[in-house]
Each structure stands twice: as C-alpha cells, then as structure tokens.
C-alpha cells in the first residue's frame, strides 16, 4: 500500500479538476457568446424594422370638383375610370395648398408642386378607388388622410436629414421645416400604419406605400398546399417504414435516401420544380400551387424523420399488449401506437412547416420574385412569399424599402415563433411518459 489517503488531492487529481473548470468556463462562456450574438440580432432588427409599422400621414379636406372628374355629369362609371392618377394628385395638392393658407402656415415661395411632391403618389390613387367605389362622392368635400411621401416620412425616421435634403432633388429643406409646422398644426402625423400588412407592394418611386398584403396571403396559400399534401404523405411513409415494411436492402436504400434528401439544399428542389411543374406539367409561375408543390418536396423527408423518431418512442410493450389482446395490426398502429405517437408527429410537421415558411432559393427559381400587384384569387394565380419579399425589397435602391425588408422579418420571425409556441404546447400537452 502506498499510505495515500483517499481524501487528499494528488496531482493528477488537481490536472483533472482544473481541466474540468476549464471546459465549463468555455462552455458558459460559449452559451453566453450565442446569447449576446442573439440578443444583438434580434435588437439590430427590430430597431430598423419597428419604424415599418408607422408611418406618416397628412390629413385635410378634399373637394372632389365634378368638373375635373365628373364632366359627363351622369357618373357613368367607364367616364370616370378615365380620369387618371394625375388629376386626382394635382387635386390633392391643391386641398393641402387651400388647407396650409386656411390655417395661416408660413409657407414662402413654395409652388403647388413643391406641395404635391409632399404627398406619395400612391395616396392619388387610394382617392381614385374612392371616387370609382363610391362615384356618389364627387361634389362633396371629405376629409382625407394622404400618405406623405418616402422622404418626409424618412425625414421622421432618420433617414433624410436638412443638409442631405439640400442635395436631393425630391425633396427641399423647405418642404421639411413646412412638414415640421404642418405638424405642429396636427395636420401631419405619425401613427400606426396597418397597411404594411395589408396594402400590396409598390413601384420603386413608392417605398412609403409598400405593403406585405400579398405576400403573407401567397404564404398562407403555399402553406395550406404543404399541409394537405406533406401531413398525410410523410404519415403514411413513416408508419409504413416504421411498422409494416419488410428489413430488406430495399428498405434500407429507401430510409439512407430519406435521409440523404433531409440534407439536400433547397435550391435544388427549385430546380426540380421549375423542371417539372412549370416546363413539364406547365403549371403557371409564381403561382402559390407550384410554391406549395416545391416545398412539399423539400418538407416530406424533414417530417418523414420525427415522425418515425416519435413512433419508435412508444414502447413495444403497447404493440405486445394490443397484439395479445387480439387486435391486428393494423389496429395496433392506429389505435394504440399511432395516437401515442401523435405529440411528436405534430411538433415534427409544424416545425417543417416553419422551415418550409422561411425557404426563398426555391421559390426565387419558381419565378415568385415577379412583382405582384393584384391580390391572388386562387392557387394558380400569380403571389409573392414572405422571404421572397424581404429578398426583392433588399435588392433594391430606396433606403425606405430596406425599412420594409427588416419590418417584414420581424412579421416572419413572429410567425415562426408563433408556429414553434404551438408546437412546444402540442408536444407538452399530449405527451406521455412511460
């Protein structure tokens, strides 16, 4: 015996404590380092895309002269679809010179121009879809709430500044100190701006009328594609591979492919898609089916995988005591095994369905990068996605659609926190412990 004693620490003993300190210094300080890595994303984001959701507003009476929309006098509606956007905006300007002479602001030299460049373009056609909506406006004087244009409202936000306004040939610092006394006249405001999740998007002379309307329906109708058809499918294959399959090579080469194509990129599955729904099949591009169709590929095997992980948790002993009891097999699957496995299937599917929401190289190949204006009426009519519409409003040149890109992933960073909520709630609500 060597006559050391247990309880005193020797060297090696010291070397072993010391590296154990060491690995869980690395380890906190990595969980840290991913933390703060966190926490700078997700502020860095949601300081320049909170401004999206507010926008900037000028509010003062219109009258809708029947004499520049209405020279029929009948309000015959093919009449009035041909008074154009340019009517409509000289009209505005000309409400909101009436409205800053009313109310006694100072505003020297400026040119009814100079005004009209103060309101967005886009707010002479929101009044036109008024006037043709409701032809029995015309005549009467409304009051109507106009977007200011990108640059007054960049002017709020930080992005336009007196000295760069002085070098930018759309806006003056003249117009800027006037939006400054508009406001303090409480006819420019800044408020809340539902349209960013509702209006469609706009040209690139138009940042302050972008909208992500059409974008979360196109979402919404590619997912409802790849719920019905991956939820069922990827089901099927994985109770078949899990229970009725034969152990065979077959098999064996079916599940290494499965798995191989959880890893495949995603550009990949655009490439298919393009090659056989749209130049094969012939289906239309930018259409939500053939979006819903690609990422259905893309999904199966990333449900295909949790789901049989799930029906692999059920202990053997339920298929012993339902096959003892009489039942047969296909019994035991659906009446015992399947059931029991469904917490895990549902967190599973709904974690695909998040992946599958925040895919763009595929739909970028499908065409779905096109720019759509109407809302679509049906899968096979032209939509965006959201991922794509934060890609398109990156590419291009106004900061205000950098804004709307960031504003647009936090709306899809709350839809995929939302969908990974409700799966923690399904898989700990159902879940059982054996």
Known sequence: MSGRSLFAKDART?????????????????ILLALLALVWLLVSILTAGAPAFRQTFLTFPVTLEAKLLDKSGIADPAALSKVTTTTYGKLLAKALEAEIAARGIEAGDMKSKDFAKMLSEESAATLRNMVLADPSLIGQTITFRALASGRIDGYYKGRVTMESAALDKNVSPAQLALAERLKEAGVLT??????????????DKRPEAAGLGIAIVGSFLMMAVVLVLSLPIGVAASVYLEEFAPRNRWTD?????????AAVPSIVYGILGLAIFINFAGLPQSAPIVGGLVLTLMTLPRIIIPTRAALKAVPPSIRDAALGVGASKLQTVFHHVLPLAMPG????MIIGLAQALGETAPLLLIGMVAFVRDFPGGFFDPAAALPVQV????????????ERASGAIIVLLAFLILMNAVAIFLRRKFERRW
């Open 253 to 261: 080469l079916i599940e290494v492919n499965i798995a191989n194509l």
């Open 391 to 402: 890609y398109n409003w990156t590419t291009r040149g106004d900061p205000g659609f950098v």
């Open 14 to 30: 010291a070397a072993r404590n010391r590296a154990e300190r060491r690995f869980r210094a690395f380890g906190f300080s990595a």
């Open 190 to 203: 800044i408020t809340f701006n539902p349209g960013f999740l509702t209006m469609p998007d706009a040209s």
């Open 345 to 348: 299937i549902l967190t599973g």
